[in-house]
């Protein structure tokens, strides 16, 4: 057996599981109706990401494995599949939430930040490594990756402005805890454009989206 086909079975192992795992109380349950709800879910990301720093609602009608929050939970199972290399930060990377994903998304878990299509950070405020998530490359920009970061709130603040394409004018976002080391990353990967990564800012019941084309103004700063 290849290494291509015993990876594969290893993801859909679990899922042979179906029922009875959720049943037993082994692993949690997800979306109710997978397929319904997850479009919800896409039409929200999609949303945020194509008008960035609005704050969408978006549904999630279960309880994550702590300490993964339900929002970010529905936009990994959303966005995530089986073939999608997915990073988690220490603060997620508990047997409960590992267990979880894999079970209903199949996704392989990699700890090679640069590989990784999407990436969730349950401790934003701790997390430095922005110039390590992939980019792209000039002929195919659309490799790079997305960062999902877990905040407790999202709201509009004095301190950060945004402009660009999706954006009326401008706008302005801050989020609790803030973060001051995403905006300065954020600066310096619009300058990469069409390059670049993009954000996911989940909240408890809402989400908002920072695109790599969005030019980020600090404060008493151009």
């Known amino acids: 057996m290849t290494e291509t086909a015993e990876r594969k079975n290893r993801v859909v192992e ?10 037993s109380g082994t692993i949690r349950p997800a979306f109710a109706n997978p397929s319904i709800d997850a479009a ?3 039409r929200a990301i999609l949303e945020a990401l194509s008008e960035p720093g ?3 609602p978006i ?3 279960f309880v994550a494995p702590e300490p993964l929050q339900a929002t970010a939970g529905a936009a ?8 999608t290399p997915l990073f988690l930060d220490p603060e997620l990377s508990t047997p409960d939430v590992l267990a979880w994903l894999r079970f209903h998304t199949g996704a392989p878990i990699v700890a090679d930040l640069q590989s990784a299509a999407f990436a969730v950070i349950g401790a934003p405020g701790k ?17 790079s990756a997305t960062i999902i970061l877990m905040v407790e709130r999202i709201e509009r603040t004095a301190g950060v402005r945004l402009t660009g394409p999706g954006i009326q004018c401008e706008t302005s976002l801050g989020t609790t805890p803030e973060l001051p080391r995403l905006w300065q990353a954020l600066r310096h990967n619009h300058a990469l454009y069409p390059l670049g990564f993009d954000v996911l800012l989940a909240a408890p019941g809402a989400i908002a989206g920072l695109a790599r084309s969005t030019r980020i103004e600090l404060e008493g700063g151009a």
């Open 14 to 23: 679990p899922h042979l599981l179906g029922e009875a795992a959720v049943r």
């Open 40 to 42: 919800h879910a896409f």
């Open 54 to 56: 609005k704050i969408v």
């Open 59 to 61: 549904a999630a009608d």
């Open 76 to 83: 990994i199972l959303t966005l995530v599949d089986n073939e």
């Open 127 to 143: 997390f430095e490594a922005y110039e390590r998530l992939a980019v792209g490359t000039a002929m195919f920009p659309d490799r």
